[in-house]
């Protein structure tokens, strides 16, 4: 079963910030999760909602405020790692930090372009060239609820990496059955995960798709919430047809990396700070 960090280790740290991913970057997963909105001023963050009550002091929402504005709204912090407060990252700062990691390791990075609610016109664009300036398209799986965005992705640059999300496994088979994805991502718990298990779609294994399944906050809470975390039980998952998972505690299911994180994400000669403003 390959392990992705759902928005980080979103369950000891603030979902989708610079120190969920740090935390996710010090354990042997295959990538790390993470969303992004479109602000007014065109700036990719990453962010789960499309307002910013949720998850920072502020309120309102993030198509209506700059990237000044959003910077300026503080998260609540994992206390016990010595931080002050923390900000909505960009995209741009989590392509500079991870890149190392991605380059060295293979790291992936599975980006979900939220825009099923607000449509965002031009994300896909802008998402696509951010990644090429950082040469980093082989470790980039794009994902969405909107199939249209999908689509468009595929027609913009037919090489990268999609992956079509959805609550029905027969929903994402049958856009899997139009559009080349290299994946689908399904609800862990949809009503017709036997879809899978009974092979009704061995034309879809067969091309070798990935079965991305993604949880609920109802089992798998998001920090601060201290909450009990629902352990899955991999093999049946894998019985029923599963790949991967993506979790708020991949620590529950990997081990750490031999290599210090600061070694590995610290590229020689270079700070983060100079692209990012962090460590
Ligand atoms: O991408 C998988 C999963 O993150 C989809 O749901 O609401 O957590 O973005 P959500
Ligand atoms: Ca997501």
Not at 236 to 239: D, G, N, P, R
């Given at each position: 079963m390959e392990i992705w960090a759902h928005r980080g280790c979103s369950y000891k740290y603030p979902e989708n910030t610079l120190s969920s991913f740090w935390e996710a970057c010090r354990y042997e997963i295959t990538g790390i999760?993470?969303?992004?909105?479109?602000?007014?001023?065109?700036?990719l963050m990453v962010i789960h909602d499309e307002k910013v009550d949720r998850t920072t002091d502020g309120s309102g929402f993030v198509k209506d405020m700059t990237l000044r504005e959003l910077k300026r709204l503080k998260i609540q912090p994992n206390e016990q790692a010595g931080k002050v407060y923390e900000t909505i990252p960009t995209m741009r700062e989590v392509l500079a930090m991870l890149a190392p990691l991605c380059r060295r390791e293979g790291l992936l990075i599975n980006i979900e372009l939220k825009n099923s609610v607000i449509r965002y016109g031009g994300m896909e664009q802008k998402i696509l060239d951010l990644v090429k300036e950082y040469d980093l398209g082989p470790y980039i799986v794009y994902s969405s609820f909107n199939p249209d965005s999908i689509r468009l992705l595929k027609e913009l640059n037919p090489d990268v990496r999609v992956a079509i999300l959805s609550g029905s496994v027969s929903d994402c088979l049958e856009f899997a059955r139009q559009v080349p994805v290299e994946a689908i991502h399904p609800f862990i718990r949809a009503e017709d995960m036997e879809l899978l298990a009974e092979r009704e779609c061995t034309d879809i294994i067969e091309r070798g798709i990935r079965v991305r399944a993604w949880n609920l906050r109802t089992w798998e809470p998001f920090f601060p919430e201290n909450r009990e975390i629902e352990i899955q039980d991999i093999e049946?998952?894998?019985?029923a047809g599963i790949t991967d998972i993506f979790t708020n505690t991949p620590e529950s299911y990997v081990s750490l990396r031999k290599v210090p994180t600061k070694q590995?994400?610290?590229?020689?000669?270079?700070?983060?700070r100079e692209d990012t403003g962090y460590i």
């Open positions: 999760e993470l969303d992004i909105q479109l602000s007014k001023d065109g700036e049946k998952l894998k019985k590995i994400l610290l590229e020689k000669g270079k700070s983060i």
